[in-house]
């Protein structure tokens, strides 16, 4: 069974900084895509980086610069380092596994949230 399973959200300040853990198991870890996404209330989910199968990195423009995506492949776990949060960061992070890039039409398997909350 696949699972995703992300920790590490909370409530934090603006400028603040915070960091997303995603524990993966169920499949081979190294031949999916893994990304993050956001969903802001009434929003659909959004891409926030991800890393594709072959190593390549990808962030949304609202992100990069401010947050890195990493993954320790011996340990089945990616992460979201956060930097300089800002109020428009606010909603529930998901870790998902997929074929790749920012769509979601990319993933199937998704983890079940982790709420971020950055205060003004």
């Known amino acids: 069974e696949v699972q995703l399973v992300e920790s590490g959200g909370g409530l934090v300040q603006a400028g603040g900084s915070l960091t997303l853990s995603c524990v993966a198991s169920?499949?081979?870890?190294?031949?999916?895509?893994i990304a993050w996404f956001v969903q802001a209330p009434g929003e659909g989910p959004l891409g926030v980086a991800c890393?594709?199968?072959?190593?390549?990195?990808y962030y949304s423009t609202t992100v990069e610069g401010r947050f890195t995506i990493s993954k320790d492949s011996a340990k089945n776990m990616v992460y979201l380092q956060m930097n300089n949060l800002a109020p428009e960061d606010t909603g529930v992070y998901y870790c998902?596994?997929?074929?790749?890039?920012?769509?979601?039409?990319?993933?199937?398997?998704w983890g079940q949230g982790t709420q971020v909350t950055v205060s003004s």
């Open positions: 890393i594709n199968s072959d190593g390549k990195i």
């Open positions: 998902a596994a997929g074929t790749g890039y920012l769509h979601r039409g990319e993933y199937d398997h």
């Open positions: 169920g499949f081979t870890f190294d031949e999916y895509a």
